[in-house]
């Protein structure tokens, strides 16, 4: 590929909009798509080309970018004559979507046969990551396809190949097992020095450069004791990730207790209190319900 890549974003959300705009930033020439189109009227007026429908926006694309909630979606994409015909040999299809690692094996082997090259890439770094274009990205697939596409990659954040096809999502799984228990940890240790008399904000500066500071205890940390939960990560998505996780470790004969308690912390924050368009910090909000607190 050359360093200026014909490419269509699929999926303009919360983190496809901001990776859109970095993409336009390093000079690529984007179409973008988003089946609310209004989603994406903003990217249009800044200079991204746009068209009725996803298999329209993705002929003549030398890469397809897919940004959406699941591997259903992209099974559903797949499952749509008109965008299958649109696919052509030679493209490379770099799925930046949350999933699980069967999805992408399969969608890559489906893929491969039609002359489509795929990676899977998951992202970490949130919103503030996507538009600072500092994103974590854990890619899976041939180790050519990811050199090739380094260039469209860096564009959004730090790649880094992780292994074969599935690797890049099993390492986003491993990505947000680890952020969901350390939200946990957070939230106790917030609440803990709040309750007895301590300045969490004052917390996180006496932690911070020691073993226990880190990015969710500064940005995450700072949004429970502010009450600020508008979603950057929704919970929503946190706990389908450590259903993936969990689904995942079963597969491998493993048991992950503290992902599983945490996980059903979240289901109770979404489907009891309300929470799942609320930020992954809102974890915040289970613990104090479970302490009686308003």
């Not at 940890?185 to 904000?201: I, N, R, S, Y």
């Amino acid at each position: 590929m050359s360093q200026t890549s014909k490419i269509t974003l699929i999926g303009t959300g919360l983190m496809g909009a901001p990776m859109s705009r970095n993409l336009m930033k390093a000079g690529h020439d984007l179409t973008v798509w988003n089946r609310s189109p209004e989603r994406a009227a903003s990217l249009v007026a800044e200079g991204a080309k746009t068209a009725v429908t996803a298999a329209q926006a993705i002929a003549g694309a030398e890469v397809i970018i897919t940004m959406l909630s699941d591997g259903y979606a992209i099974e559903a994409l797949l499952a749509q004559d008109d965008f299958r015909g649109a696919l052509a040999d030679g493209m490379v299809w770099i799925d930046m979507s949350s999933a699980k690692p069967e999805h992408a094996r399969a969608q890559s082997a489906q893929l491969t046969a039609m002359g489509v090259s795929h990676l899977d890439a998951p992202v970490s770094g949130g919103t503030k990551g996507a538009e600072a274009g500092s994103l974590a990205i854990m890619v899976g697939g041939d180790a050519s396809v990811f050199a090739a596409m380094s260039d469209v990659l860096r564009a959004m954040g730090r790649p880094v190949h992780v292994g074969p096809s599935g690797a890049g999502q099993l390492c986003k799984l491993a990505n947000q097992t680890i952020v969901a228990v350390t939200i946990a940890a957070v939230a106790e240790a917030t609440l803990l020095a709040e309750k007895g008399g301590a300045d969490p904000a004052a917390l996180r500066a006496a932690l911070k450069g020691g073993f226990a500071d880190s990015v969710i205890l500064q940005q995450h940390g700072e949004r429970m004791s502010e009450g600020n939960f508008v979603p950057g990560g929704p919970s929503k998505f946190q706990v389908k990730d450590l259903d993936n996780t969990l689904a995942e470790a079963q597969s491998l004969g493993l048991q992950l207790p503290a992902a599983q308690a945490v996980r059903d912390r979240f289901a109770y924050f979404i489907d009891e209190m309300g929470g799942g368009d609320l930020d992954h910090a809102g974890l915040y909000l289970e613990l104090k319900k479970r302490n009686n607190l308003t």
